[in-house]
């Protein structure tokens, strides 16, 4: 059975740009959770999202925002962005919401210039 | 808000030691805990995972154990090998999200 994919593995941006990144999870799991990992801050917790719908979310802007699509794919999308913004963006599934194993993604890599 | 700490932040041990990575969390409310490692650039790999019934789990070379009621947790890794050279993340699960611990970073010595 195939992993979480994400896409694009990396990615640099300038500042005000705005940024799309995906994330496939594995087949069969509904749920899709999203992290931003950074050197000073370590793995925050963004939004979760199942059956389409945003069921938990983190402590960060509005400038960050998702969706999760039918077949359970989601995108992740951060606008105007900061130089804070780089760090690796990490997906994981799971194949039930809340209880369940993650399963990470490799990661997809942002640098804000 | 759970907060979770790990420590020691960095290990660095001969190959062949058996070592023990610590994991504490404020709030013992929690559903489960999770103990991943993570290689240079790369996403987390699942170890282990602990729901919160339980005491211990193990996996090969590994054993994890649980205690909620004093909001600690333990990876145990046997006979170390240079392969177990990776960042150790513990997370845990309050059902709404995952809190992270920011890792111990191990080192084996060949």
């Known amino acids: 059975k195939a992993g979480v994919t994400q896409t694009p593995r990396y990615l640099i941006k300038t500042r005000g740009q705005q940024v799309t990144l995906s994330c496939s999870p594995i087949?069969?799991?509904?749920?899709v959770s999203w992290y931003q990992q950074t050197p000073g801050q370590g793995l925050q917790f963004l939004f979760e999202y199942f059956s389409e719908t945003q069921r938990n979310k983190g402590n960060f802007p509005g400038r960050f925002s998702g969706r999760q699509f039918s077949n359970s794919r989601s995108e992740m999308n951060v606008s105007t962005l900061e130089l804070g913004d780089s760090a690796l963006y990490l997906c994981?599934?799971?194949?039930?919401?809340?209880?369940?194993?993650?399963?990470f993604g490799p990661g997809t890599r942002l640098t804000v210039l | 808000k759970q907060e979770v700490t790990q420590i020691p932040a960095a290990l660095s041990v001969p190959e062949g030691e058996n070592l023990v990575l610590n994991c504490s969390f404020t709030d013992s409310a929690i559903y489960n805990l999770q103990w991943f490692r993570q290689d240079p650039g790369k996403g987390l790999t699942s170890l282990l995972l602990?729901?919160?019934?339980?005491r211990e789990q193990t996996s090969g070379r590994l054993n994890a154990s649980l205690d909620k009621s004093s909001g600690r947790s333990t990876l145990y890794i046997a006979a170390s090998q240079p392969g177990d050279s990776a960042t150790y993340l513990c997370a845990a699960n309050t059902g709404n999200q995952f809190y992270f611990g920011t890792g111990t970073s191990l080192t084996v010595i060949p």
């Open positions: 994981a599934s799971s194949l039930v919401v809340g209880t369940d194993t993650q399963y």
């Open positions: 087949s069969g799991h509904r749920s």
């Open positions: 602990i729901q919160s019934s339980q």
